[in-house]
Nanobody
Framework: QVQLVESGGGLVQAGGSLRLSCAAS????????MGWYRQAPGKQRELVAG???????KYADAVKGRFTISRVTAKNTVYLQMNSLKSEDTAVYYC?????????????WGQGTQVTVSS
């Protein structure tokens, strides 16, 4: 059974930093695209950042220049370094692993980790 396990969320003051980690287990295949989505109360889930096995990255405009995504492909592990956090970054952050950038039924998701930024 494939599982994505996230860690690193928490409470931080505005301007602070957090590092999220996500590790996949139970699979021997490499997830072509791994990424982070977030969902704030009353809002739709949105892509924050993603990265391919080749190192191509994609970021939401709201986090460009503040967040950095990286991965260890052989371990199906992805990280999200979040700097200069703002109150609007408060959300549940989900790790996703799959074959493409678009959300597919075949994707794997983590259980989510809460990030709260106090102003």
């Amino acid at each position: 059974q494939v599982q994505l396990v996230e860690s690193g969320g928490g409470l931080v003051q505005a301007g602070g930093s957090l590092r999220l980690s996500c590790a996949a287990s139970g699979t021997i295949f490499v997830m072509n695209v791994m990424g982070w989505y977030r969902q704030a109360p009353g809002k739709q889930r949105e892509l924050v950042a993603g990265i391919t096995t080749g190192g191509s990255t994609k970021y939401a405009d709201a986090v460009k220049g503040r967040f950095t995504i990286s991965r260890v492909t052989a371990k199906n592990t992805v990280y999200l370094q979040m700097n200069s956090l703002k109150s609007e970054d408060t959300a549940v952050y989900y790790c996703k692993g799959g074959l493409s950038w678009t959300v597919q039924k075949s994707d794997y998701w983590g259980q989510g980790t809460q990030v709260t930024v106090s102003s």
